[in-house]
T-cell receptor, first 117, second 112 residues
């Protein structure tokens, strides 16, 4: 069973460049979540997507950040004009479609470590 | 804003000792998950508890969900060096069911 896949595992960008982080959910999973883990801090929710729909983006910064989960292909987290404060580990998680909204098991990928120089 | 407080933040013990990690909140969660994270890797799901008062065992690990679904504990019996890692609790938001709120984690070190 292939787990959640993320690439690249490490990404270095200079200030002002764009960062694109990819996430392929587990087979059979249609829900994708992005979390950010800043140095010395816990994981913070960013956005929740289903195929072609953003369901909850309450944790996304208002500017420069966007996410998509197209009908075909991986989910993409895009950060435009990166700044040093964007340096963090970005984790993607996926969960299967479930009729019970109160039982939400999320399985995490290995993360992308973004370093902004 | 929902908060999950984990304690202790750091724990260093000798092999063979028992330990308990706590996860507390003033909010009610529809479910609570425990993860373990190794350096440079993503969190790995250990268990999900759903029902108030529920107890689940995973080998030497015992997980409990509080009756009011506001708190949880993880107890490890006869800790081994292989148990070393960052233990995270995460609660599923009762209103949306999608967003996980994470605690800050407990860094456990088991010395041989």
């Amino acid at each position: 069973n292939a787990g959640v896949m993320q690439n690249p595992r490490h990404l270095v960008r200079r200030r002002g460049q764009e960062a694109r982080l990819r996430c392929s959910p587990m087979k059979g999973h249609s829900h994708v979540y992005w979390y950010r883990q800043l140095p010395e801090e816990g994981l913070k929710f960013m956005v929740y997507l289903q195929k072609e729909n953003i369901i909850d983006e309450s944790g996304m910064p208002k500017e420069r950040f966007s996410a998509e989960f197209p009908k075909e292909g991986p989910s993409i987290l895009r950060i435009q004009q990166v700044v040093r404060g964007d340096s963090a580990a970005y984790f993607c998680a996926s969960s299967p479609p479930s009729p019970k909204r109160d039982y939400n098991e999320q399985f995490f990928g290995p993360g992308t470590r973004l370093t902004v120089l | 804003t929902q908060l999950l407080e984990q304690s202790p933040q750091f724990l260093s013990i000798q092999e063979g000792e028992n330990l308990t990690v706590y996860c507390n909140s003033s909010s009610v969660f529809s479910s609570l998950q425990w993860y373990r994270q190794e350096p440079g890797e993503g969190p790995v799901l250990l268990v999900t508890v759903v029902t108030g008062g529920e107890v689940k065992k995973l080998k030497r690990l015992t997980f409990q969900f509080g009756d009011a679904r506001k708190d949880s504990s993880l107890h490890i019996t006869a800790a081994q060096p292989g148990d070393t890692g960052l233990y995270l609790c995460a609660g599923a938001d009762e209103t949306s069911g999608s967003r996980l709120t994470f605690g800050e984690g407990t860094q456990l070190t088991v010395n041989p």
